[in-house]
């Protein structure tokens, strides 16, 4: 009698573990789907922002300066969550060595959110 209550509970178990994973399957999108929507609802207060910040005296959208084009780190970038996500820790951090000897200033000040809505942007240029 024991032993039949034990499998009677791991069975039950095993069919709400199966219902719980396909719900979770059926409501998840993927990663590159919401960053995708992100972008969508992100590009016009990311340009925004970039218009505002110290971003543009080295970087255009389609012209080298001192830094790359937004272009061409689209290009180089594309449009994937590690890369968006790196790119939003390289504005905040700053860094160089992808581009040549120059290295961009961090942002330490700008917040995550803000970081991510520029990235959106600057992953939009073609």
Known sequence: MIKQKKN???TYLAVCMFFVNTLTAQTTQPKEQVLVAKNEVNIKKGKALI?????VSCHKPTIKLIGPSFKQI???YPSTVENYDFLVHKIIK???GNWGPMRMSPHT???VED???MVSYI???Q
């Not at 218009?51 to 971003?55: P, V």
């Open 109 to 111: 000040n700008l917040a």
């Open 74 to 76: 689209s290009t180089k």
């Open 94 to 96: 700053g860094g160089g």
């Open 51 to 55: 218009a505002k910040s110290d971003c």
């Open 8 to 10: 009677i509970t791991l």
């Open 115 to 117: 970081a991510e809505k």
């Open 123 to 125: 992953l939009s240029v």
